[in-house]
């Protein structure tokens, strides 16, 4: 589960995926079934979130990774190589920025644990 707290420290990795027409359901199942086979077992991973747009042209993955040396870890490992041809047979073309939270706001709903 993905849990935002800037004294986490975590890495943020916001990846914008333009998606080629009517892809952009294969490319989440693709990106789903990677992390679920191999990226999530890497040193340093901690959370990914999968979003399309209302227009299906764009993927975006939310992730985070303990540091950015994890993240380039990653980079580096079979388990992302493995699957990027697959990727770039989906896409035109992707944007990922790491980034560092520095803030986050949430609602407190009803129910909810504190």
């Not at 990846?15 to 191999?38: C, H, I, Q, Y």
């Not at 990774?65 to 992707?94: C, P």
């Amino acid at each position: 589960m993905t849990t935002l707290d800037p004294r986490d420290g975590h890495v943020v990795l916001i990846n914008t995926f333009t998606v080629k027409p009517g892809r952009a359901d294969e490319l989440v199942k693709l990106l789903a079934n990677a992390t679920d086979r191999g990226i999530r077992n890497l040193p340093g991973f901690v959370s990914a979130n999968l979003h399309v747009s209302f227009d299906g042209s764009k993927v975006v993955n939310y992730a985070q990774w303990r540091s950015k040396e994890d993240f380039e870890r990653m980079r580096s490992s079979d388990e992302f190589k493995k699957h990027t041809a697959d990727v770039e047979a989906l896409i035109e073309g992707f944007e990922p920025v790491l980034y560092e939270l520095r803030y986050s706001h949430a609602v407190e709903r009803e129910g909810a644990p504190a």
